[in-house]
Each structure stands twice: as C-alpha cells, then as structure tokens.
C-alpha cells in the first residue's frame, strides 16, 4: 500500500467507486530516464523529458494517471466534475462548505498554480495549512494559504480533491491563467516560514510529482519581505 492509499484509504465518499473511467498511461520522465542522457546531455535531449511534464501541468488525465488505481476509483463517480458543488453553501473557495472540486492532490497544485488576481495579474505562491470537515462532504476539505508573488495580496481557500476534473471557476477577486507554465506551490504540506522557502520546496514537489522541476519562473522573483509581512499579520 503506497502512502496515498494510506491516507485515501476508507473515506467512504458517497457513491465514489461507480464509474469506469479509463486511466491514461503515465508519461511522467523517470530519474532513469534523465541518467541515461549522460553527465553532458544536449538542451534538446532534455527539453525533450522536460515537454512531457509540461504536457502533464495542463492535462489533468495526465494528472489522474499517476494516482494508484484505488485512488482513481475513489475519486470516479461516473459524473463530470462541477464547476461548484450541488447543495454548496458559502463563498466559492472561501469555506469549508463551498470548497473548490479538483482532481487529487495534483489537481489542487494545477488548479491553484493558475490563479491570477483580478487587480495586479500577480499569481500566487500557497502551501497546504491542513483539512478540515465539510458540511457537504463525507470527506475532509484542505485548507491553502496563499500569498500573492506581488507582496499585495493574502488568502485562504478551501479545496475539495474528491473528483477526476477540475473546475473552471475561479474564487471571487481571481481568474485562471488559460495555459499553465510552471507551478508556483505545493500540496504536501507547510513550507517553511512561507513563503520564504516555497521556490525550493516547489522544486522538489514538481520533480516528485512531475518528474521534472516544473517551477515557475515568477517565484524568483517574488517579493518576499513583503509577502512574508502579510502572513505574520495573519499569524497575530
């Protein structure tokens, strides 16, 4: 049993496990793959791995095909994935009971990874703060907090992992970026003092899950004092 299905394992989500949808054969590059290049690869030999991740960020089929069969399952109703759930109460992305539908952990970095605030354009830096329970679901809800690249703007959202797809509706005061060229957070858990480690930790999450280091060129140029102020305001 992977970790995933440990933690994934009994959550006994209605109706989940009635579908029967095909999962696509993984095309994440493996280590191997990048050993065999050599000490002294060509950019085109590497750029060649480098594509299928990329092919990956914006394909959440590609996405659904790195989960354990188990996994899939549990995440497969047989239904299209909502925009918004049925029977949702609150603000869109902004509480437990209104939580954004994505496909598993992955799905949550993509999805949040394509956010853009409405104001400046900024993307958003974010890590995974917790779970929490749901009015209107059998399973837990994670919690993100984020911070925009800009140093302007702090949040929260709540996002629900349960589904094959992803929504295309954005929280109130964002839009999604229509094709994603790197990622700008994790789902794995808290980043040290974030945001002021989240490029490195984005590194490693988009080598594991990608197969590649996936980063988003906008963090190297985030405004972290000013973005690091905006969470300690939040933690008093």
């Known amino acids: 049993m992977t970790i995933k299905d440990f933690f994934f394992h009994g959550t006994n ?18 280590v191997a793959e990048f050993e065999k290049l050599g000490k002294n690869p ?19 089929e590609l996405q659904n095909a790195d989960y354990s069969p188990m996994l899939l399952a549990q995440f497969d109703d047989g239904a299209a ?18 939580p954004i539908p994505v496909n598993g952990p992955t799905g949550q970095v993509t999805y949040l990874s394509r956010l853009l605030t409405d104001d ?3 993307r958003m830096a974010f890590h995974r703060l917790g779970s929490t329970r749901s009015s209107v679901l059998d399973a837990m809800v994670d919690i993100f907090e984020l911070v925009s690249v800009d140093g302007t703007r702090y949040d929260r959202l709540y996002l629900d992992m349960y589904h094959l797809g992803q929504s295309q509706k954005a929280p109130q005061g964002y839009h999604l970026m229509d094709q994603l060229t790197g ?14 480690h989240i490029e490195q930790d984005a590194f490693e999450y988009g080598c594991s899950v ?9 963090l190297k140029d985030m405004d972290f004092v000013a973005a690091r102020k905006l969470v300690e305001a939040q933690q008093k």
């Open 13 to 30: 989500k209605d109706n989940k496990g009635a579908g029967a949808k095909t999962q696509k054969k993984s095309i994440k590059p493996t």
């Open 42 to 60: 060509s950019p085109q030999a590497v750029m060649k791995l480098f594509s299928r991740s990329y092919r990956i960020l914006n394909d959440v």
């Open 81 to 98: 994935t909502p925009d918004e759930l049925p029977g949702a109460a609150g603000e869109f992305g902004r509480c437990a009971d209104n």
């Open 120 to 122: 400046t354009g900024s």
């Open 183 to 196: 990622i700008t957070g994790t789902s794995i858990g808290l980043s040290r003092d974030f945001p002021l």
């Open 210 to 218: 990608f197969g590649a280091p996936v980063v988003s060129a906008v």
